[in-house]
């Protein structure tokens, strides 16, 4: 199976250290979008990529956080300095997007990365 | 910035009873798309509409979009213990981003 693939599935951090998450798309697929979901709530989303281009970052998203997609193939999403705040899941999706094509942009998710920061 | 509400929050039904999950956006919506969350999973995909009045089904499933495209339901016939999760929806605005509602969790005794 060729689907979105996350690494690693559980993170235990404690407050302060830096963690990195990895997601690797669909192959085809050139859009990647990070979401973060926390329990009870529906994915929110953080930013996305079309190709190895950074479109839009959230509000939410604090200076602590970064992600890059270099290649335009997989992506890292670190977090600096984590809070016991960031504890969540961190779901990956990728899609296949164009512009001004509005029933394209399906998202295929990942299983996501649990982080709990002690 | 766009927001989209979604209830009920939960719902418990018996076996074999209805159920429809309704979802509204702030603002008018290029596409509503659907998506299942089974317990410790993460969102699968369900179905998009992108048409105003879209009616689609899938088997015991059936979607509507409203004629503003700014509103959205999933009704579920008979309902079934593997229909169990969290039905989301996510609209489209004028970005290329989805965003989610809080989405309705069911459960179903069987």
């Known amino acids: 199976d060729t689907g979105v693939s996350q690494d690693p599935r559980h993170k235990i951090t404690k407050r302060g250290q830096n963690v990195t998450f990895r997601c690797d798309p669909i192959?085809?697929?050139?859009?990647l979008y990070w979401y973060r979901q926390t329990l009870g709530q529906g994915p929110e989303f953080l930013t996305y990529f079309q190709n190895e281009a950074q479109l839009e970052k959230s509000r939410l998203l604090s200076d602590r956080f970064s992600a890059e997609r270099p290649k335009g193939s997989f992506s890292t999403l670190e977090i600096q300095r984590t809070e016991q705040g960031d504890s969540a899941m961190y779901l990956c999706a990728s899609s296949w997007g164009q512009g001004g094509i509005t029933a394209k942009n399906i998202q295929y998710f990942g299983a996501g990365t649990r982080l709990s920061v002690l | 910035g766009q927001q989209v509400m979604q209830i009920p929050q939960y719902q418990h039904v018996q076996e074999g009873e209805d159920f429809t999950t309704y979802c509204n956006s702030s603002?008018?919506?290029?596409?509503i798309q659907w998506y299942k969350q089974r317990p410790g999973g993460h969102p699968v995909f369900l179905i998009q509409?992108?048409?105003?009045?879209e009616v689609k089904k899938q088997k015991r499933l059936t979607f509507q979009f409203g004629e503003a495209k700014k509103n959205s339901s999933l009704h579920i016939t008979a309902t079934q213990t593997t229909d169990v999760g969290t039905y989301f929806c996510?609209?489209?605005?004028?970005?290329?981003?989805?965003?989610f509602g809080k989405g309705t969790k069911l459960t179903v005794n069987p």
């Open positions: 603002t008018t919506l290029s596409n």
């Open positions: 509409l992108v048409k105003s009045g």
């Open positions: 996510a609209g489209e605005g004028g970005s290329e981003k989805l965003v």
């Open positions: 192959s085809e697929h050139n859009r």
